[in-house]
């Protein structure tokens, strides 16, 4: 149950082409908030978008590369030319290629820095410039629970997540009460992250840990929570896991 009868709201979510993103993107467009659906592969966001305007919401599709600077600060201006404002930016956008530090994978490496790390900057560079004209506006980042442990294999990973905590409570500290901000830290999630893991250790160790997973809705659930409360509640963080995780 929402805490106040929910307002349109034009929301960004990024990442949204699969997992969380798109149930977050279905979910909202369901409540009757106006999703904008970014991500690279366009023709997966159209189809989503299409399911949502057919069930009598609001939602476009828009290609994004978030580890491209001025491609972001573009998605969010239009999206502000076009709905008249910016209510919520998602920045779901992230990558998981696990692998050990010994296996040297230092590509995968530098695109999980770029992706979970300077996507996550190139949003709130984006945002916050409208943010602050209105005076208003909402910032959620979906880090990990890998911000809060580090495992065997996920050094960098791990590591890009509390980057990505830190920035987003460093964002929260700097800004006025009119700007709210949250993390949502989910645990193990039925996503397509673990499909981007080339090391044949990492793969082993994720089909033991990801045995016991809950679904991108519950995630939707908690971001809607999140961004449904008076203005006058910020949710800082939420943590949320399958009860059978440890």
Known sequence: MQAEPMTSKVVVITGASSG????TAIGLG???HQVVLAARRTDRLVDIAGKINADGGTAVARAVDVTDRGDVA????????EFGKLDVFVNNAGIMPLSRLDALLVDEWNQMIDVNIRGLLHGIAAALPHFKRQAGGHFVTVASIG???VVATGAVYCASKYAAWAITEGLRLESDPSIRVTTISPGVVESEL???I????AQEAMRTYRAISIPADSIANAISYAIGQPPDVDVNEIIVRPAGQR
């Not at 969380?20 to 149930?23: E, L, R, S, V, W």
């Not at 573009?74 to 030319?81: E, I, K, P, R």
Request: hydrophobic share 35%; no cysteine; net charge negative.
């Open 20 to 23: 969380i993103g798109q149930a």
């Open 194 to 196: 673990a499909d981007s």
């Open 30 to 32: 369901g409540e009757g």
């Open 74 to 81: 573009a998605l969010v201006d239009g999206v502000v030319s």
């Open 198 to 201: 080339s090391d044949p250790t």
């Open 147 to 149: 911000a809060h442990e």
